[in-house]
């Protein structure tokens, strides 16, 4: 897993794209669901001037723990003149903004090495009762992106992305039963000033986005259908497998070294369990001759 160096050195994947991908790996329902969110923690920079907000997830599958990376920066300049929205109730409240301050959204999902990255400062954190499936914050970050693809600064900025985000965690994640604690508890708020101001008012971006998640989640559970199963600890382990051959023979290797194991493992218990019958006959033999030398003996 690479470090996490901050939003213009990431390399990772955009969310939606991210979404495809690890959707054609899973191998079955109870697959997906075998790797899980422990927790969630949001995170600020202090090394920009900007100090940027992301969100970084810890994650396990199999007693394997990684750390997964959420978060949205600008990207290449828009010159639509509005914030886009995926959603026509958003596009009927598009504000026009000087082409300075409006960019598409680079939404990213990337790895760290850590579960405390180096110069930034955690505001918040969520433990679960439960822990989730890592797909609900996948389909909860690409279903932002698909609402809001615009990035426009102090509206549709990463301090919007990480609140929506924890939104979506407290309330679709309800069943895990979310702790939110730590510092400042709503995301994208400084001192209790709210660092964004979105085209919609926070009801109307929650239900949008409520619902949308709800659509793609249905679908995702759907579209879960392949024969191959432990590829997302695959992609944790080694986020630069990119096809879905390679993450193939890996598995396959592993499923090998486990075989091997096991066959070893069962011929040591082999193994133990002649010489402890022959160790049971040896000490037959031995009490039956000393019986027999006794019985000899008495009847001189």
């Given at each position: ?176 039963m979310p ?14 000033l709210k ?25 995702f559970r ?79």
């Amino acid at each position: 897993m690479s470090s996490y160096q901050g939003p213009e050195n990431a390399s990772g994947h955009p969310a939606t794209s991210y979404r495809k991908f690890v959707l054609s790996q899973y191998g079955s329902l109870n697959d997906a669901e075998a790797t899980r969110i422990i927790r969630v923690t949001g995170w600020k920079m202090q090394d920009t001037a900007r100090q940027h907000e992301y969100i970084l997830a810890t994650i396990i599958r199999n007693g394997h723990e990684g750390y997964v990376v959420f978060e949205r920066s600008p990207g290449e300049r828009d010159s639509s003149g509005s914030i886009s929205s995926g959603s026509s109730t958003a596009s009927s409240t598009n504000m026009s903004l000087g082409s300075s301050s409006r960019f598409k959204a680079r939404d990213m999902v990337s790895f760290s090495s850590s579960d405390h990255p180096a110069d930034a400062e955690r505001i918040w954190k969520i433990e679960f009762g439960v822990p989730p499936p890592l797909y609900m914050a996948i389909n909860i970050a690409s279903t932002i992106y698909d609402c809001f693809p615009t990035y426009v600064l102090s509206k549709t900025n990463c301090y919007f992305y990480v609140h929506v985000f924890q939104s979506m965690l407290l309330t679709h994640c309800r069943d895990s039963m979310p702790q939110l604690t730590d510092g400042d508890t709503l995301a994208g708020y400084t001192l209790g000033l709210k660092l964004w101001d979105p085209p919609l008012t926070p009801e109307e971006v929650d239900q949008m986005v409520s619902a949308k998640f709800d659509a793609e989640l249905k679908d995702f559970r759907k579209s879960v259908s392949s024969d191959i199963d432990c590829l997302m600890l695959l992609l944790i382990i080694n986020p630069q497998l990119e096809t879905k051959a390679a993450l193939v023979q890996q598995r396959e290797d592993v499923v090998r070294q486990e075989r091997d194991e096991m066959h070893r493992a069962q011929h040591e218990k082999d193994r133990m369990e002649i010489e402890r019958e022959r160790t049971e006959k040896e000490e037959w033999k031995r009490k039956y001759e000393e019986l027999a030398r006794n019985m000899a003996q008495s009847c001189e």
